[in-house]
């Protein structure tokens, strides 16, 4: 079992920045492709961004390339995601999730893929 843990989540205003944490722990030995998603009241759960177990490979929602960053430390056992120019629409509890691979280069878009999920952190902006 892996347990993850998010942070970094809060209230700010459109055109700042935030960068969410995500900690692992349990099973961390493991190779696992982290993925970000997130969830706006009334919406489904959407994926953000993912990376690969050696952080080489990155995929991101077209809605925010070139704003969101996604990062991880495997000695560390923690995920990131840098988030700047946030809009009132990336107002969401954003989760992170985690799935074991075995392969260096994967990545995973899909929900139903990962294993693991934390319980969220909100993020809210305000316009």
């Known amino acids: 079992q892996v347990q993850l843990v998010e942070s970094g989540g809060g209230l700010v205003q459109a055109g700042g920045s935030l960068r969410l944490s995500c900690a692992a722990s349990?099973?961390?030995?493991?190779?696992?492709?982290m993925g970000w998603f997130r969830q706006a009241p009334g919406k489904e759960r959407e994926f953000v961004a993912t990376?690969?177990?050696?952080?080489?490979?990155?995929d991101y929602t077209d809605s925010v390339k070139g704003r969101f960053t996604i990062s991880r430390d495997n000695a560390k056992n923690t995920v990131y995601l840098q988030m700047n120019t946030l809009k009132p629409k990336d107002t969401a509890v954003y989760y992170c999730?985690?799935?074991?691979?075995?392969?260096?280069?994967?990545?995973?878009?899909?929900?139903?893929?990962?294993?693991?999920w934390g319980q969220g952190t909100q993020v809210t902006v305000s316009s």
């Open positions: 990376i690969s177990w050696h952080g080489r490979s990155t």
């Open positions: 349990g099973r961390t030995f493991g190779a696992y492709v």
């Open positions: 999730a985690a799935k074991e691979v075995f392969t260096s280069y994967s990545v995973y878009r899909s929900l139903s893929e990962y294993e693991y």
